[in-house]
């Protein structure tokens, strides 16, 4: 057993809390490593002078967060490192034989013939010149490549408004590094993309949630927290939100626009998966282009190698935008854009679009009918859906039971922003697994999970 002995008298908050919170910053700092036996709750409640009941109400909370986890006749463990990795920042670790069901990609098999580019390009006399630096904004061709893109997302800007970046997450760390000095607060939905979190780790940047709910941002919400902190900038994803798939009303947008202008705030509009939607509303950089940043990628949607994307700047900040790139990127990959830039123009992006569009609503179905009863939402063409966990499974202790069963989820603890306590959710990703049936397989094993509900709670020892 561990000797851990946990100083919290100046801690702030309930005492619970306080002794989570030191298991959380020890296991951060490796003074408890995956494995570690706690003191038991009655020996720790001794040395702290607490009643049993506050000790076991903080390891309670810590379970909750997936620091440790009890065991039956053995006592309370710190978690394996495996339940608490950030999967953003290790793809493909998962091992062989999982299911993978968390993470959001693209849809592989449908992605374009990238040989039959590269032959098409080793004719051309100029293409050493994609072996030269670039203008930090992109050169012209490729910034009207950019408006075609965007244009298709149903919003019509300049070429001069264009500046183009290694990626959506590239493009939210430029936009985020342009708009933000370490310290300040960027508003965002309390459910949130991680690569925002990363971001704004990152750059020094606190990230504050807003309210939502099946829509989205909720307008009265962002008027407050408008308000009451200070925060001069946003970041959203109206349509498609990752997680949840939340997709804003026009009414909704027309709400938001509102309270973006009167509390003049600048938008980071995150527009990744829209052209995956049926009937796509128009973006909210539309409503409020003199404050908005638009973000419109080809990583989902067309490859997600590629790594490019177009920002849609109002005048002013495109100088500031081409420097944040210049900071980060110095020269853009010409040889990706130069082949996005080819697809756009030859019709390969609308028809892989298509293509992926097509395969995801055939998944989404797929998933209509093996969970029948379950909670979720999701829409016809979006590459996830947001299991919405009946009593009394919680998001963290759902996933670690998926994965003992071979199959990998989200849980809505990736994506809370700030404080914002994790609902009992899982985002499940339709498109990661090659074919249908190894999908199937996963979900159904789902299924079953939420037929029988979790096994009992460990006894507290």
């Known amino acids: 057993m561990t000797i851990w002995r946990p100083e919290i008298s100046e801690r702030p908050g309930p005492r619970y809390k306080s002794i989570a919170d030191a298991i959380g910053d020890d296991v951060s700092l490796g003074k408890l490593r995956p494995g570690d036996q706690l003191p038991t709750q009655r020996d720790l409640a001794e040395y702290l002078d607490l009643t049993l009941g506050t000790v076991t109400r903080a390891y ?21 490192e495996r339940d608490h990795h950030d999967p ?9 034989g999982m299911i993978d069901l968390g993470l959001n990609l693209p ?23 994609l072996l030269s630096y670039q203008p930090f904004t992109g050169n012209e061709r490729y910034r009207r490549a950019g408006v075609e893109w965007i244009g298709r997302h149903g919003l019509a800007v300049e070429p001069e408004q264009i500046v183009i970046t290694g990626g959506a997450q590239h493009a939210i760390t430029v936009a985020l590094s342009a708009l933000c000095r370490a310290g300040d607060l960027v508003l965002t939905e309390a459910l949130t993309y991680p690569g925002l979190k990363t971001a704004a780790k990152l750059l020094g940047v606190e990230v504050a949630p807003v309210a939502m709910d099946g829509e989205g941002i909720l307008p009265a919400a962002l008027d407050r927290a408008a308000q009451e902190t200070g925060a001069r900038v946003v970041y959203c994803m109206p349509t498609l939100h990752n997680p949840t798939t939340a997709t804003m009303s026009r009414a909704r947008r027309d709400a938001v626009a509102e309270v973006v202008a009167r509390r003049q705030l600048q938008v980071i509009e995150d527009d990744v998966h829209g052209l995956l939607a049926a009937e796509p509303e128009p973006p909210l950089a539309g409503l409020v282009p003199e404050r908005a940043l638009y973000i419109a990628s080809t990583s989902k949607v067309l490859a997600g190698g ?29 040889l990706s854009v130069e082949v996005a830039t080819l697809w756009i123009a030859d019709g390969t992006a609308a028809a892989v679009t298509g293509r992926k569009r097509s395969e995801a609503a055939a998944r989404q179905e797929l998933a209509r009918r093996v969970l029948p009863e379950a909670r979720f939402r999701r829409t016809e063409r979006s590459y996830f859906l947001w299991l919405e966990l009946p009593e009394p499974w919680r998001s963290d202790r759902f996933a670690r039971a998926a994965r003992d069963l071979g199959v990998v989820v989200s849980p809505a603890e990736a994506f809370a922003a700030g404080r914002t306590p994790p609902p009992p959710a899982v985002r499940v990703s339709l498109s990661s697994p090659a074919g249908r049936g190894e999908l199937e397989h996963g979900l159904r094993t789902l299924a079953g999970m939420l037929e029988r509900g979790p096994a009992p709670e460990p006894a507290i020892v």
């Not at 309670?60 to 394996?80: D, M, N, S, W, Y």
């Not at 953003?88 to 062989?96: F, I, Q």
């Not at 849809?107 to 010149?129: F, H, M, T, V």
């Not at 700047?313 to 210049?326: K, N, S, T």
């Open 88 to 96: 953003l920042l290790e793809p493909g670790r998962e091992p062989a």
């Open 107 to 129: 849809l592989y098999a449908e992605d374009p013939d990238l040989a039959g580019a590269l032959r098409g390009l080793s004719k051309r006399r100029d293409l050493a010149g």
């Open 60 to 80: 309670k909370e810590a379970e909750r967060r997936g620091l440790i986890q009890g065991e039956v006749g053995r006592g309370t463990f710190v978690c394996a």
């Open 306 to 334: 590629l790594r490019v994307a177009f920002v849609a700047a109002p005048p002013a900040l495109v100088e500031r935008l081409a420097f944040a790139v210049a900071a980060s990127l110095w020269a853009l990959p010409a």
